[in-house]
């Protein structure tokens, strides 16, 4: 039988549920404006490369679905040393520069979404 403990242990976790509540929602709140400023900015990415051999992009293509996979944060420093391959994978710059939005703003599962439309296209 529980008692007065089981009562008190509920009663603190119910406590601390609620602190991490609102620490989260503040979190958020703070992140959010940076998030945006951040989706909005240009990726800077060199020139655009020559094209690439549609082979070749598999392998990118099932590195890129991990990390997405995995909401690795590392994606955002990745899209700036791979953005030539990556642009060469979405062809027109608009579907790149989505997929480079979808990844800063950490919108992991709509940039996986966008990888695997442009992925099938080329065949991959």
């Not at 990415?45 to 549609?54: E, L, M, S």
Request: aromatic residues 6%.
């Amino acid at each position: 039988m529980c008692g007065l403990h089981c009562n008190s242990l509920a009663a603190r976790v119910e406590s601390l549920r609620l602190q991490l509540g609102e620490a989260l929602g503040r979190l958020s709140s703070s992140l959010r404006p940076w998030l945006a400023e951040t989706a909005a900015a240009p990726v800077p990415v060199a020139a655009a490369a020559p094209p690439i051999d549609p082979a070749a992009l598999k392998p990118l293509v099932e590195r890129w679905a991990r990390l997405l996979a995995e909401c690795d944060a590392q994606t955002s420093d990745d899209l700036e040393r791979e953005g030539n391959e990556l642009r060469a994978l979405f062809g027109a710059a608009a579907g790149f520069d989505r997929f480079a939005r979808l990844v800063t703003a950490y919108d992991f599962d709509g940039a996986l979404a966008a990888l695997r439309s442009a992925a099938s296209e080329k065949g991959l």
